[in-house]
């Protein structure tokens, strides 16, 4: 054969084999609150039955461990890397070989340590893995279409023009490349507007719920328990178990 | 370990591709391992024997595994510095072993010996690569570069 070939790229779909629904958890900008999102509807479908797991994709900025309160956890290795299972979800992050340190990845970096994380990764038998991406469309969006082929995206805005100028790209995008989207939450919502039904009318994605200003999400941050007793975790829980996108049979 | 999981990998790659090639009988591979990799040789071509053993097929029977390490090349974005991993001295085997499960966190943990810079790329000696396969096919020796 007169072709190099990277064997890890081969075994990416064995790794999420035994996942049953993948979720990327995206949207335009920044802090729109994907992570709190993300690691909040992990907690919340694990709470209700479900085995779920969260990957943590911003690999240069990675928060879901602070919002879990995770400390000295490790993967262990068998086989792989078997990630930990925190508060009953199971949490693979790159947090676990950067420590605190700053990790100035540049694109490449980003694809290569992505590449490696998802194929060394062995994941349970999970109804849902849930997938927390950093920004926009850049390198690791570009990666997960390419890697995670069966991914299911749900969109995060806030209720600002300047975050769905850029949630309508990328809803544009998805829906050029066939990705399915679950639809779009609308984040820290702090007053009455029609605005995102406004300007999402014209793209066929549901608007899934919309969760308001948490003035005290601060104070649960770190502490799982609290978390999933804040305005924001109850809020998400009915987003949940009322959008049938998520075809949920309750256990 | 990790280096079953990247092993398993290899293997699936290898019957995955005999079949697009028409293999029979795959005689020999070679795996380019990059040294950023930090894979244990000795654990990687065991592993890659008893999984290839675990897959029960004639068509891994015969097949000889070469492994060649390739070495790490550092080149500084900042200075145009190149180093190797030799250069390195602080680091500790717990960097070293976060090195060895996702390599690209070497940007946390080496600097530019010259300038200190961490935006650097790795010129050569990551990842892992399948050079070639070589088999007997229906009728057809194939070979690889
Ligand atoms: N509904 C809310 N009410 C109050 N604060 C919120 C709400 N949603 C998120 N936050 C806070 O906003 C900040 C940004 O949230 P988060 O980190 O989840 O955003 P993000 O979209 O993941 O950001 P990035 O793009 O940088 O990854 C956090 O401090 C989070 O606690
Ligand atoms: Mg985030
Ligand atoms: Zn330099």
Redesign the pocket.
């Known amino acids: 054969m007169g072709m190099v070939i990277d064997p890890r790229l081969n075994i990416i779909d064995k790794r999420l084999y035994s996942i049953k629904r993948l979720i990327g958890v995206s ?1 335009g900008k ?8 993300a690691t909040v509807l992990a907690l919340t479908l694990s709470r209700l039955g479900y085995h779920v797991g969260l990957l943590d994709l ?1 690999l240069s ?1 990675p ?1 879901a461990h602070v919002i879990l309160g995770i400390e000295s956890v490790y993967p262990k290795e068998e086989k792989g890397i078997v990630p930990p299972v925190v508060h009953g979800i199971e949490f693979m992050s790159i947090v676990y070989f950067t420590g605190d340190g700053p990790a100035p990845f540049r694109g490449i970096d980003i694809s290569n340590a992505m590449l490696e994380l998802l194929a060394i990764t062995r994941w349970g038998s999970l109804d849902f893995l849930i997938v927390d991406m ?2 926009g469309i850049g390198d690791a969006m570009m990666d997960v279409i390419r890697w995670m082929k069966r991914v299911e995206f749900l969109i ?1 805005t806030t209720p600002s023009k300047v975050a769905l100028e850029t949630v309508k790209k990328v809803i544009k995008l998805l829906t050029e490349l066939k990705f399915p989207i679950i639809g779009v939450i609308e ?2 919502k702090i007053r009455e507007s029609s605005l995102v039904k406004d300007e999402l009318k014209k793209v066929a994605v549901p608007i899934l719920g919309e ?4 003035m005290k ?2 104070d649960s ?1 770190g502490d799982v328990n609290k978390l999933l007793e804040s305005c ?1 975790a109850v809020e998400m829980r009915e987003i949940v178990l009322k959008s049938p996108e998520f075809k949920l049979q309750l256990k | 370990m990790h280096e079953w999981s990247l092993a398993e990998a290899v293997i699936s790659t290898v019957i995955e591709a005999s079949k697009g090639e028409g293999l029979e009988e795959i005689t020999k591979i070679k795996v380019k391992i990059g040294e950023l990799q930090q894979v244990d040789t000795e654990i990687f071509k065991f592993a890659l024997d008893e999984i290839a053993k675990d897959q029960g097929t004639s068509l891994l029977r015969t097949m000889k595994i070469e492994i060649r390490t390739e070495k790490a090349i550092f080149r500084c974005r900042v200075c145009k510095n190149e180093w190797t991993f030799d250069d390195l001295f602080d680091i500790d085997e717990d960097k070293l072993e976060a090195i060895h499960f996702a390599p690209e966190v070497a940007h946390v943990y080496v600097r530019c010996p010259l300038c200190k810079s961490p935006d650097f790329e790795v010129v050569q000696g990551r990842g892992v690569l399948i050079d070639s396969i070589k088999g007997i096919g229906t009728g057809k020796e194939t070979k690889g570069r």
């Open positions: 949207g920044g802090g729109v609150g994907k992570s709190l999102i911003d900025a928060s950093p920004p995060v984040n820290m969760i308001g200003f948490d999400i601060e941050i924001f």
